[in-house]
């Protein structure tokens, strides 16, 4: 079965699709299910998506999709859509799902398959065994992705728990509209991939918000981040806390291997934090150096120039067709967890990665990253700004039409990351002409300044310490923030000169210690939250530091979306070259 195909007429015109749930991922996923062809069936009055969520929101849902998705057909509650829905996804926060599940189960079509979509998949399968009747068939799912980002190759992780080939098929053409790439796991293999992804990632980004909050700082603000890898941290930051706190809070809690994690995370902080303050700097370089070796596999005298090839997954592996194709092949099913690396940095007898062929490229460069250069992109949207002034005066005297304001904003954007780009390249071809001697408190725009990047060190440190390979989960299902998370940490550590200077400044600058420290106690806090467990005190820390920083979201989902447009496609083109 080809799983590229999309559904077929019959099932256009039979299939109901029921959501339970309609918050950001269960409206998404209604809204891709509406746009795919799932139209009004021929003998019925009823549209064929059916949703709902809490009885006290059901007449201002309704209102609201009357008007906005009016091929959704909204119920009072999920007895209506379990009882009549062919296929149907559970979109709850994953701390209510059993109670959601013992409340609706029961009223399960007969036949049908049932879904959910939760970030945590240990919860779900014991409420799905405990309430769901034993005539239906389970097939889990979960998009790495949120609500704001295209689906069209992105990870879609499909579950075959409790069901034939041929629903599992059914179930591939049904999100054949959402393009992504689809990643079949057990339920146990995707707790494992989504903590080793996702769990200490987002304690690193609500490490970093926390600490700049406690320190009553806007980083962007200070001087002390100008640079396109701080602009990345800053605003995938920011574009944590801008969405819901349960978002992270069901990962974090209730996956127990998140609690390794982001313990480990913490644990790897504080302990580099105490060699920064005893500027201990070689301690500090040795440590890195060997974190780099067992996470890259780069030898101490080699500049980083290619990444270790995935874990072989062995020769009975068979690549799958994306699903609604126009995205990259689906990952086959992995082979049981095994560790990543030995203590010599090899890895099933193979050479260091350095001596490797056929290394895959690089994330993040240079010209990328200086796109994101915060202070230049001010001046280049400020000159750009000033020349598109004087080019309309000019276009209105000669009576020239002006550009659509969509096509606008796109040669508006594609500007500033150009000009962005040529002024960091004459400012560092500057700083080299005047020795490249700057202090951690330019804010010139100019040069990369230097910076403890404790954060990044942490973060490669955790995963050495955990064994932790973090390029097999990268190619099996990374989330775009992760990728970025790898992108930023890899063009670090890829630079003997770039890292031996983050170390530097971490021992002998004072410039970050305040924040550093900050870090270092958010970081803990965070690792204690999780290990109490409580989603009160979870929510709680996170919403505080949220409304610290909700002015500045709207701009940071604009940029954040921006640069995982941008790493998609330098990460595409990187692809298409090697293959070449």
């Not at 299939?15 to 891709?32: P, V």
């Not at 490490?207 to 001087?223: D, I, K, L, Q, V």
Request: charged share 20%; glycine share 6%; hydrophobic share 40%.
């Amino acid at each position: 079965m080809n799983n590229m195909q999309p559904p077929t007429q019959a099932e256009l015109d039979t299939l109901e699709i029921g959501i339970i749930g309609m918050g950001d991922m269960g409206r998404l996923y209604a809204r891709k299910f509406a746009h795919a062809g799932f139209k009004q069936l021929s003998l019925s009055l009823n549209f064929a998506i059916n949703v709902c969520d809490r009885a006290e929101n059901y007449d201002k849902l309704k209102a609201e999709l009357a008007e906005k998705e009016p091929a959704l057909t909204v119920y009072k509650d999920g007895h209506y859509v379990a009882r009549r829905s062919d296929i149907i996804i559970y979109s709850v926060e994953a701390a209510f799902l059993d109670a959601v599940v013992a409340q609706y189960g029961p009223s399960t079509k007969i036949g049908a398959i049932v879904s959910a979509q939760t970030s945590v998949k240990a919860p779900e399968q014991k409420a799905f065994d405990a309430h769901l009747p034993t005539d239906v068939a389970i097939i889990s799912c979960h998009s790495l992705h949120g609500p704001k980002v295209d689906t069209t190759g992105q990870p879609l992780v499909l579950i075959q728990y409790r069901a034939t080939d041929d629903q599992l098929h059914l179930f591939e053409r049904v999100f054949a509209s959402f393009k992504s790439r689809y990643v079949y796991l057990s339920y146990e293999e995707h707790d494992t991939v989504t903590a080793n992804t996702q769990a200490v990632t987002h304690a690193a980004f609500l490490s970093m918000g926390t600490a700049w909050r406690c320190s009553n700082a806007y980083p962007w603000e200070t001087g002390l981040y100008p640079r396109g890898i701080e602009t990345v941290k800053i605003n995938l930051m920011l574009r944590i806390y801008s969405a819901k706190w349960h978002v992270y809070a069901g990962l974090a809690l209730l996956n127990p291997s998140a609690r390794t994690q982001v313990t480990q995370y913490a644990e790897s902080a504080s302990a580099l934090f105490k060699l920064m303050i005893a500027e201990d700097e070689e301690a500090l370089w040795k440590r890195m150096l060997e974190a780099r070796r067992k996470v890259f596999g780069w030898e101490d005298d080699e500049e980083g120039e290619g990444v270790r090839p995935p874990i072989s997954r062995g020769d009975s592996a068979v690549p799958v067709s994306t699903g609604g194709g126009g995205g990259p092949p689906a990952a086959p099913p992995p082979t049981p967890a095994k560790p990543a690396f030995s203590d010599d940095s090899t890895r099933d007898g193979a050479p260091p990665r350095g001596s490797r062929p056929n290394q895959q490229p690089i994330l993040m460069s240079d010209k990328l990253l200086d796109q994101f250069h915060l202070t230049l992109r001010k001046r280049a949207k400020e000159a750009l700004a000033a020349g598109a002034a004087s080019s309309t005066s000019s276009s209105s005297a000669n009576g020239d039409a002006a550009p659509s304001s969509s096509n606008g904003t796109l040669l508006s954007d594609a500007a500033t990351a150009a000009l962005t780009t040529r002024l960091a390249s004459a400012d560092s071809s500057a700083g080299a002409e005047e020795g490249g001697e700057r202090s951690a408190n330019n804010n010139s725009g100019g040069g990369d300044a230097p910076n403890s990047h404790l954060s990044l060190l942490a973060i490669v440190d955790s995963w050495a310490h955990l064994s932790i390979d973090p390029y097999a989960h990268l190619s099996l299902a990374a989330t775009p923030l992760f990728r970025l998370w790898i992108g930023v940490s890899e063009y670090l550590f890829r630079s003997l000169p770039r890292l031996r200077a983050a170390c530097a400044a971490a021992t002998h600058l004072s410039a970050f210690r305040a924040d550093d420290t900050e870090f270092v106690i958010a970081a803990r806090g965070w690792a204690q939250a999780v290990q109490f467990g409580g989603f009160e005190l979870y929510r709680w820390r996170f919403e505080d530091t949220a409304r610290f920083f909700q002015d500045r979201f709207e701009e940071a989902n604009a940029v954040g979306a921006e640069m995982l447009k941008v790493v998609a496609v330098e990460q595409g083109q990187q692809q298409q070259q090697q293959q070449r």
